[in-house]
């Protein structure tokens, strides 16, 4: 009789793509069509006007190739950089990186509404079937309303491994199941760490201390409420997910009561399934708590306010008028709002090979030297008819650049083989999602901003995700990192679809 093997074997993750055009070796298709119809000028000028204007047409079409193709590990070229700055010095010389709200500021209605993509932003509150009320975000600029819904992650401590291994099954499943939610165009996890104020601790014990009780226990439990604050963190995530006005191409838009009124019935069962996934209890959140989400975050002592007031049982009444910063200033590196700075990075690289599940732990685990930390992961489901068109369009695109000369490279190899493990995955019925990350780490302290900067860059290392500093865009990417959904390549002045020709 054979013997069974029943040793755990951990599962690993990977296979993640950037997407990427056809073209000579490294060259997307524009970097293609630059040398093309930079050869077919030089061969015109040598004709008409002699060598040395053909070979002056020749390097011009060489130095802009050059320019294009050579690019750091970020995957950022020179002209994308320095369009990057010149951008950020136009906005700075013409004064939009600068913002003021409120009866003194630069709004005509002396509201403190939310600065940049979110400033035309319009917040509604319905119930969904089960009588619960639920926010929801509308930004009329691309057409998008929002619903967040507030977790409680159970975390992976003290649980079985095989159990983990469930939650992430579960939860490539319920992506996958995104993309057959008529109108939805995307989603985000957004994970925030902060510092414990101890008041929802001290109210829970006050509350629940028996006068009967030894002096001895009292005594410890009151111990326990004055100590544990200190150095205790908090952890809170939010699941948002973006549908858009028009649930086809070409259809009406429709209202926001039209909108609320179809994700009603929808909702109960997008929490319930949330909660296989190790999200713990999934609820819409009222617009209430979104507005103190978002005002928290602009100005991290409010916290202090708010929870005072929740411990003390005084109902805290916010509009999303009152929600946005007083003040904010973008900086190349930095952005200063209200009584807090802040730095942001976005993803530019996904894990290389294999990970586990526990890959984002050391980034998403409390620091002591960041006030407010948020890990934005967002998603853009595709939709199940377009994956197969490509993922077979991306195929031929990667069997073209190891065809394309005579000795392809190693990455080229790879790049191919990869692609057609995707193919055949999606023929067998996974999803296809483009995801990216935001991170942002807040301080109230100017002081302290390098040394956040620096455990954000040193626990990036062990998740192995490549981090770039958001220079130029540190107000969008703070937004980005908010549970708002806003989906950033439709606020982009250049389409995804050309950078990734380039």
């Not at 074997?9 to 950037?18: C, D, I, M, Q, T």
């Not at 103190?292 to 005072?308: N, W």
């Not at 982009?492 to 050309?498: F, H, K, Q, R």
């Amino acid at each position: 009789m054979a013997a069974i093997n029943t040793e755990y074997k951990e599962p690993s993750y990977g296979n993640w793509r950037v997407p990427r055009s056809a073209g000579l070796g490294d060259l997307g298709a524009i970097g293609t069509g630059i040398v093309m119809v930079g050869l077919l000028l030089g061969i015109v000028s040598f004709a008409i006007w002699g060598l040395f204007a053909g070979l002056g047409v020749l390097a011009a079409a060489g130095l802009l190739v050059l320019l294009l193709t050579v690019k750091d590990k970020h995957g950022q070229s020179m002209v994308d950089r320095f369009g990057t700055r010149m951008s950020f010095r136009l906005a700075r010389s013409a004064g939009t990186n600068l913002y003021r709200s409120g009866p003194l500021g630069v709004t005509g209605w002396g509201m403190y509404q939310l600065p940049g993509l979110a400033a035309q932003s319009r917040l509604y509150e319905f119930t969904d079937s089960y009588n619960r009320p639920f926010a929801l975000l509308h930004v009329p600029a691309t057409g998008h309303f929002t619903v967040v819904f507030s977790t409680e992650p159970d975390g992976a401590s003290l649980v079985d491994p095989e159990q983990v291994d469930a939650w992430v099954a579960n939860w490539g499943g319920w992506l996958a199941g995104l993309a057959d939610e008529a109108g939805l165009d995307a989603a985000a996890v957004t994970v925030e760490t902060a510092p414990d104020s101890g008041y929802r601790l001290r109210n829970e014990v006050h509350m629940n201390i028996d006068p009967n009780a030894p002096d001895f226990a009292t005594a410890i439990l009151r111990e326990v409420v004055d100590t544990y604050p200190e150095g205790s963190a908090t952890v809170r995530a939010w699941v948002s997910l973006t549908f858009n006005a028009c649930l086809r191409a070409g259809s009406k838009k429709r209202t926001p009561e039209d909108v609320a009124r179809d994700l009603a019935s929808r909702i109960p069962g997008l929490s319930a399934r949330l909660q296989s996934t190790g999200a713990g209890i999934a609820r819409p959140m009222p617009a209430q708590e979104l507005c103190e989400v978002v005002r928290v975050a602009y100005d991290p002592p409010a916290a202090l306010i708010i929870d005072q007031a929740h411990a003390a049982g005084t109902p805290v009444s916010l509009t999303w008028g009152e929600a946005g910063p007083t003040a904010t200033q973008a900086n190349w590196e930095t952005c200063r709002h209200d009584s807090a700075f802040s730095a942001s990075w976005t993803m530019t690289g996904a894990p290389r090979g294999s990970v586990n599940s526990s890959v984002l732990s050391r980034l998403l685990a409390p620091h002591g030297d960041i006030d407010r930390k948020r890990v934005s992961l967002l998603y853009r489901p595709m939709d199940s008819a377009l994956a197969p068109v490509i993922v077979e369009r991306d195929q031929n695109n990667a069997n073209v650049r190891i065809t394309s000369g005579n000795r392809p490279s190693a990455r080229a190899l790879v790049d191919f083989r990869s692609a057609e493990q995707t193919a055949q995955e999606e023929a067998r019925g996974a999803g296809l999602v483009n995801f990216g990350m935001v991170v942002t780490a807040t301080v109230t302290d100017a002081e302290r901003l390098p040394d956040a900067v620096a455990a954000i860059e040193q626990t990036s290392g062990p998740a192995r995700v490549l981090l770039r500093r958001a220079y130029g865009a540190q107000d969008t990417a703070f937004a980005a990192s908010l549970p708002l959904g806003l989906v950033l390549p439709k606020h982009s002045m250049l389409p995804s679809e050309i950078k990734d020709a380039l």
